[in-house]
């Protein structure tokens, strides 16, 4: 089966510098990556999410990079903020159906 | 707006007890999931369900069972509490189709299991 792996499991930045988290995939068919952003006490929400036909996808400060080849996708955060301090997860689509597969998370925080 | 809504934010149950986890969503999606949340072992998948009535076993399904029987409902049953089920749940549901789309969360059900 899929399996999704996230570097590193902590990430301390200051603020306004840049933030990158990489995940790798098993599954050479997984078409469908999405990136969840948990804060504290919160439930996961989508921030960003690309598909296996485009290699980048921009929105604001955030950006997901994918390489279909090595098999890795990375999230890439500019401009840190305090309120981006959270976990994220990293996810994977598993073949054949609408299941997703996710890594363990990263915590980000971000240094006033 | 899509909404995922779990029963409780928080329980605490007694060991050998039979736990009930309720889910809604109201947007009318097909797809619906259980995951358990434990720190350093990210998302893990319970079950999931495609339809009514309809269920399939995820990577830890062991000590659960879960139950749809409407569309915008899936109920999570343990059914003898154990400690080692003290967790966060975490329930989330996605439209159909062979597509795959953004999964919705719930905001969580923290069980303590004592």
């Known amino acids: 089966g899929e399996n999704v792996e996230q570097h590193p499991s902590t990430l301390s930045v200051q603020e306004g510098d840049s933030a990158v988290i990489k995940c790798t995939y098993s599954?050479?068919?997984?078409?469908?990556f999405p990136w969840y952003k948990q804060e504290l006490g919160k439930r996961p929400q989508l921030i960003i999410d690309?598909?296996?036909?485009?290699g980048e996808k921009k929105d604001q400060r955030i950006a997901v990079t994918l390489n279909k080849t090595a098999k890795h996708f990375s999230l890439h955060i500019t401009e840190t903020q305090p309120e981006d301090s959270a976990v994220y997860f990293c996810?994977?689509?598993?073949?054949?159906?609408?299941?997703?597969?996710f890594g363990k998370g990263n915590q980000v925080v971000v240094i006033p | 707006d899509v909404k995922v809504t779990q029963s409780s934010r928080y329980l605490v149950k007694r060991t050998g007890e039979k736990v009930f986890l309720e889910c809604v969503q109201d947007?009318?999606?097909?797809?619906m999931f259980w995951y358990r949340q434990d720190p350093g072992l990210g998302l893990r998948l319970i079950y999931f369900?495609?339809?009514?009535?309809?269920?399939e076993k995820g990577d830890i399904p062991e000590g659960y069972s879960v139950s749809r029987e409407k569309k915008e409902r899936f109920s999570l049953i343990l059914e003898s509490a154990s400690t080692n089920q003290t967790s966060m749940y975490l329930c989330?549901?996605?439209?159909?189709?062979?597509?795959?789309?953004?999964?919705?969360f719930g905001q969580g059900t923290r069980l303590t299991v004592v």
């Open positions: 599954d050479s068919a997984s078409n469908y």
């Open positions: 690309i598909r296996s036909n485009v």
């Open positions: 989330a549901s996605s439209p159909g189709g062979r597509r795959n789309t953004e999964a919705f």
């Open positions: 947007m009318d999606h097909e797809n």
């Open positions: 996810a994977a689509s598993i073949n054949g159906n609408n299941r997703l597969a």
């Open positions: 369900s495609y339809d009514v009535k309809m269920k």
